[in-house]
């Protein structure tokens, strides 16, 4: 990494964003914190204080609970007609494209992604995101039922099931993907008519805050969508125990999501939880390596390895481990470490310092157990959060490094021998459940481990794929709920069921 490269300078939009001390989104208004408090932001690839944001707690929470629930209750928003909502979802996606490179450099700068990859994925995604959405307001039904009540025979009913928006949602969202996460959550409140407290993450505040403007930008009505920053403990504790909130949805560590869900438990809230992953990416004798060996470092080193989703434990059949962990430990050698903002940037730090700490805690822990790192596997020194990207071998299945969630550009590659029960045992061996990927020529083997696999996403013969209309949740401690099309509409609603007799 060169010193001039750290330097790159962003947009003056995104510049002049950074430099005016952020608020707090509160019914349609841009408000201080109750207490006053900021707190600073960083750009994880120097660690210098780029922003000042409003933190945001529990007066603030309630302030923005009650400005979401006059909304939903009262006002323009529900006197919306649906296709009226769905047309406000899709400008937001059109606002986002018109500006998407400022927002991709301003993602960029605090998260540390490459900006070429904010561009390419994350804000175009959330763009996508809103479009999909938008479709779906209109088309959100109940069914007729024929009934068969015994004891009132002769008596005929005209039965119903209708759909209504769930209410008032608090949504709290990680910093590995800052707007793609805003979007992921907001994208489904919005068409189904919910209203919003939306908390990102302190680490990276700043695009969801931008975001808010455009949402101001494309006409929503005041408390529609209200965004509190602030820390996880306070103002995320307090959102979640809000018992002006109908439904909680979180996105965020395993740890966090068993909180929520017991602060949940009072008014039993509805709860959507995406959580972490320790993702099996199994790559078979029979497989293109020259797809499966890019794919695999890609599956672990994209973002960072900041993926719930990352492809963190490599399973490689025996008689190509060896050619499989040289291609992907040359690539992990080959990648430019560097600041996001810098075009010829391919990785970036990681988020924070203490992201920073807790993956080289993982690295010197894998280290010291007895595994052998064949690339990366170093400190870096110097400013800025960069982690060298690692393949560990010589692992054994009780070792830190594979029980748990490191959330950085470290993989475990793993021999096996056959295609068997074994596999597939270890393969599930994890108390998450998230992603899964296979890589073979052979479909029916590749359809049969699909089946066996507890993960709520199987991958064959690629890695990463995302889209509005796929499903995205966890088995076990991955979470519940799936994420995107369908599902999301139904859990943003509440059914009601009506019957009249007739
Ligand atoms: P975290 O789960 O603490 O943070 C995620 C969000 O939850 C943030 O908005 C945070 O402010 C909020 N939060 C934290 N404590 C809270 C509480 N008590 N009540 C309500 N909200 C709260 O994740 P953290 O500490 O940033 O990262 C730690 C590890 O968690 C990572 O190393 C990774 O393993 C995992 N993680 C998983 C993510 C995923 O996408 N599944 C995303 C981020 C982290
Ligand atoms: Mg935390």
Redesign the pocket.
């Known amino acids: 990494m060169s010193i001039a490269a750290a330097e790159i300078l962003p947009d003056k939009r995104v510049t002049s964003f950074v430099k005016e001390r952020r608020k707090l989104l509160i019914d349609g208004k841009w408000v201080d914190a109750a207490s006053g408090k900021t707190f600073p932001v960083q750009n994880p690839a120097t660690g210098e204080v780029i922003a000042h944001v409003a933190e945001g707690d529990r007066q603030d929470i309630d302030r923005a609970v009650k400005a979401a629930r006059r909304a939903f209750e009262s006002g323009a928003w529900p006197r919306l007609t649906p296709s009226e909502r769905g047309r406000l979802v899709w400008k937001l996606g059109d606002l986002i494209l018109e500006n998407l490179e400022e927002l991709a450099e301003l993602e960029s700068l605090d998260n540390g992604k490459p900006v070429t990859v904010a561009r390419a994925a994350d804000v175009p995604l959330a763009a996508d995101l809103f479009h999909y959405m938008a479709g779906w307001a209109t088309k959100i039904e109940g069914n007729t039922i024929q009934l068969s009540v015994p004891y009132a025979p002769g008596v005929k009913f005209h039965a119903y099931t209708l759909r209504e928006p769930v209410g008032v949602v608090g949504q709290?969202?990680?910093?590995?993907?800052p707007f793609l996460?805003a979007a992921w959550k907001l994208g489904p409140a919005l068409a189904t008519g919910c209203t919003v407290v939306l908390?990102?993450?302190?680490?990276t505040p700043l695009s969801a805050l931008r975001l808010g403007e455009l949402i101001l930008e494309a006409g929503f009505p005041d408390g529609v969508v209200n965004i509190v920053t602030?820390?996880?403990?306070t103002?995320?504790?307090?959102?979640?125990?809000h018992p002006g909130i109908d439904k909680v949805a979180?996105?965020?560590?395993?740890?966090?999501?068993k909180?929520?869900l017991q602060?949940a438990v009072n008014d039993l809230k509805k709860v959507s939880l995406?959580?972490?992953?320790k993702s099996p990416n199994i790559v078979l004798r029979d497989a293109n390596l020259d797809i499966a060996i890019p794919g695999a470092a890609s599956a672990i080193f994209f973002n960072h390895g900041?993926?719930?989703?990352a492809g963190s434990r490599l399973f490689v059949q025996q008689s190509i481990f060896d050619k499989v962990v040289e291609g992907v430990a040359d690539r992990a050698k080959q990648i430019k470490v560097g600041p996001g903002l810098d075009p010829d940037t391919e990785m970036g730090p990681m988020?924070?310092e203490?992201?920073f700490n807790?993956?080289c805690g993982y690295i010197e822990s894998g280290l010291s157990e007895g595994a052998k790192a064949v690339a990366g596997g170093r400190k870096r020194d110097g400013k800025g959060y960069f982690v060298e990207p690692t393949v560990l071998v010589d692992t054994t299945p009780d070792m830190k490094v594979i029980r748990?969630?490191?959330?950085?550009p470290v993989v475990t590659a793993i021999p096996f021998k056959e295609l068997d029960d074994d596999l597939v045992r270890a393969a599930n061996d994890t108390v998450y459940g998230?992603a899964s990927a296979v890589w073979t020529k052979d479909i029916s083997k590749a359809h049969s481990l699909a089946g066996k696999l507890k993960a709520g996403t199987v991958w064959i013969n690629c890695y990463n794929i995302f889209d509005a209309a796929l499903p995205f949740g966890g088995y076990k401690q991955?979470?519940f709920f799936f994420f995107n099309v369908k599902e999301s509409i139904e859990i943003y609603t509440q059914k009601k069921s009506v019957c009249a007799a007739l």
């Not at 709290?172 to 993907?177: A, G, H, L, R, T």
């Not at 103002?235 to 125990?241: E, P, R, T, Y």
């Open positions: 709290i969202i990680p910093w590995n993907f996460m908390k990102p993450a302190e680490e602030g820390f996880g403990e103002a995320g504790a307090a959102l979640a125990a979180f996105t965020g560590s395993t740890e966090v999501g909180l929520i602060a995406e959580l972490g992953g900041q993926c719930c989703c988020v924070s203490s992201q807790r993956v748990e969630e490191i959330f950085g998230l991955s979470g």
